[in-house]
């Protein structure tokens, strides 16, 4: 498989488990704290992470005791982008947050030609001029719908967009990281800082007396984050920033069509989400924009 080839599906790979990612959290949220949560997705993907590299690669250990300025920068804003995001589906519901924090992947994409030198073109611009304008209008309805409870809402969107930002930090830097670095060594330090920086934070008595299958929805949400997180990795080495930026950007379509099912069928374990026409019509707007951005014209403008 050619490299570029290796980078889109390591980037459907993250877009496929982040799709269901949200759908989890909300359900979590319902027995375990927001901190407890996030501490718990970093201790148990960096658990089966160490254990994997104790076995075949132990010198990537030496990462931890000596981790590069711009790792420590990078796991920093990884730590609060959990936490962003994770707040930002308690406050409001899982597509909103999904929709939300693709301005990380859309930001990236546009840091990526002054960071990365990559090229984009006016159909690109076009598309993701249509996807924040779809964001816009997404925002407005959804923010209609929730009347009474605007402050809380608005609380999750700046939750959200301020885990967004963190992400896109946290890409550019990966993004230089990777070129001298393993993924799997700076994995280890990135989901192993945040379990020191959260363990004050968190609150365990309830955790220990849930049911077995609360254990599997943690343990599911931590190997999720393994295998996403992994695979984003491989994907800023194998091809450019804005590509991985837009096959990610698609992952709300899992999490609105799910959501869709789940609101249909009036489940009890789950709020409904509250989509109308023209919320959906914001969401289309974001995706067609993402398709716009995915198409490459032959001339490329001129960096500025």
């Known amino acids: 498989m050619q490299n570029h080839n290796k980078g889109i599906f390591y980037a459907a790979l993250t877009a496929f488990f982040w799709g269901f990612l949200a759908i989890a959290l909300k359900v979590a949220v319902q027995e375990v704290s927001p901190n407890t949560i996030v501490w718990f997705r970093f201790l148990i993907a960096f658990g089966f992470l160490a254990i994997w590299q104790a076995f075949n690669n132990p010198k990537s250990f030496s990462i931890l005791y000596k981790p590069p300025f711009l790792l420590v920068i990078a796991a920093l804003a990884l730590s609060w982008n959990y936490m962003g995001f994770m707040l930002g589906i308690h406050y409001t519901t899982p597509s909103n947050a999904q929709l939300f924090i693709q301005t990380g992947p859309i930001t990236l994409a546009i840091l ?3 960071f990365f030198k990559e090229k984009i073109n006016i159909t690109q611009l076009v598309g993701f001029l249509l996807a924040l304008a779809g964001l816009a ?5 959804q923010l209609q719908s929730v009347s009474g409870a605007e402050i809380i809402y608005n609380k999750g969107v700046l939750f959200t ?4 930002a963190a992400w896109t930090t946290y890409a550019v830097l990966q993004k230089k990281l990777v070129k001298k670095h393993s993924s799997a060594s700076l994995n280890l330090f990135l989901f192993g800082l945040p379990i020191l920086i959260y363990l004050p934070f968190i609150d365990l008595s309830p955790v220990l007396q849930l049911h077995w299958t609360w254990w599997l929805l943690l343990i599911f949400l931590g190997t999720n984050t393994l295998i996403a997180y992994s695979s984003i990795s491989l994907a800023l080495k194998y091809t450019e920033a804005n590509k991985v930026s837009i096959i990610i950007i698609l992952n709300p379509m899992i999490t609105f069509l799910v959501m869709g099912i789940l609101t249909y069928q009036n489940v009890s374990w789950i709020n409904p989400e509250n989509f ?4 959906i019509i914001g969401a289309l707007m974001v995706f067609s924009g993402a398709m716009l951005v995915v198409k490459k014209k032959k001339i490329p403008l001129k960096k500025v």
């Open 112 to 114: 990526g030609v002054w």
């Open 137 to 141: 209008l997404f925002y407005k309805q």
């Open 161 to 164: 967009l301020s885990g967004a």
């Open 276 to 279: 109308t026409v023209f919320s």
